[in-house]
């Protein structure tokens, strides 16, 4: 339209707007990808830490696998010393000891997986209240951060509006009320 017009100055004005236009569409297209990469990194890193939470649970089933076998175990072997009692007149002397000592061995066993167990629990709801705080923490810094980008893009393309508006005076060119959007008091 600017090669097109008659009128210098509202060619030259036409000429503006297209290069401000072209500006922010720049600006605008480092705005989206600040937004982005902003919240890219957010999500990639609760995708790191949502798989860390899978392992964890994993971990924590294993243990608790562990421990119900051992006790499965104990149970067992209390069920033999039970029926070898029950029946002594069968059943060896060494056989009453070798059964007793498995069991105090397999007691000890359930013991340390029970413990290992609580131990991953523990750990696991420790590091999910880690989570949380940071979840809001990082959240809220994202959200800060796109702000920032959002407020500090806009007032780029304030300045290139005041900028546009002032090269519009300085040629001489005057918008009537009706084209600003005024009135005429």
């Not at 105090?104 to 523990?122: H, L, M, P, Q, Y």
Request: proline share 1%.
């Amino acid at each position: 339209m600017a090669g097109q017009e008659l009128n210098k100055t509202l060619a030259n004005g036409l000429t503006d707007m297209g290069s401000l236009q072209q500006k922010r569409k720049v600006l605008q297209s480092r705005q989206g990808t600040a937004d982005f990469a902003a919240f890219q990194l957010t999500t990639d890193e609760y995708i790191r830490l949502i798989a860390a939470v899978r392992v964890a649970f994993a971990a924590r089933g294993r243990a608790y696998t562990r421990w119900q076998a051992s006790l499965a175990d104990l149970i067992k072997r209390r069920k033999v010393l039970e029926g070898c009692v029950q029946n002594q007149g069968r059943a060896a002397p060494e056989r009453l000891l070798q059964i007793k000592g498995e069991i105090a061995r397999a007691e000890i066993r359930t013991e340390g997986d029970r413990n290992a167990f609580d131990d991953v629990s523990k750990l696991v709801k420790q590091e999910m209240a880690r989570f949380d705080v940071n979840r809001v923490r990082d959240f809220q810094a994202a959200v800060e951060s796109y702000l920032t980008s959002l407020i500090d893009t806009q007032e780029e393309v304030v300045m290139l509006w005041e900028a546009y508006l002032t090269s519009l005076r300085n040629s001489g060119y005057t918008p009537s009320s009706s084209e600003t959007g005024g009135s005429a008091a």
